[in-house]
Nanobody, 115 residues
Framework: VQLEESGGGMVHPGGSLRLSCAAS????????MTWVRQAPGKGPEWLSV????????YYADSVKGRFTISRDNAKNTLYLQMNSLKPEDTALYYC?????????WGQGTQVTVSS
């Protein structure tokens, strides 16, 4: 199982980023997929989950209405569109295979929101 996140970077408050997670080594289209993040000095925070078909999604209250999870099963890729970013969104963002905390995580991509 391999999960590789990309798309992180530094952005001003109010800006947007789109994270990607390229999956390999398993049948991507049969798994729920999850995004989690970890801010400096804090524990992991669950953000969002999407079902295998991409038709059912759930979000943490902290990101609801600002972040959108999606997937392209033909490309074995998971996405997280992040809008209206805030300084408190600064964290290392991970994709995970499965629901809840998942069983495999990628290495993460850093998102920094700062003026």
């Amino acid at each position: 199982v391999q999960l590789e996140e990309s798309g992180g970077g530094m952005v001003h408050p109010g800006g947007s980023l789109r994270l990607s997670c390229a999956a390999s080594g398993f049948t991507f289209s049969t798994y729920d997929m999850t995004w989690v993040r970890q801010a400096p000095g804090k524990g992991p925070e669950w953000l969002s989950v999407i079902n295998p078909g991409g038709f059912s999604t759930y979000y943490a209250d902290s990101v609801k209405g600002r972040f959108t999870i999606s997937r392209d099963n033909a490309k074995n890729t998971l996405y997280l569109q992040m809008n209206s970013l805030k300084p408190e969104d600064t964290a290392l963002y991970y994709c995970a295979r499965g629901g809840y905390w998942g069983d495999y995580w990628g290495q993460g991509t850093q998102v920094t929101v700062s003026s």
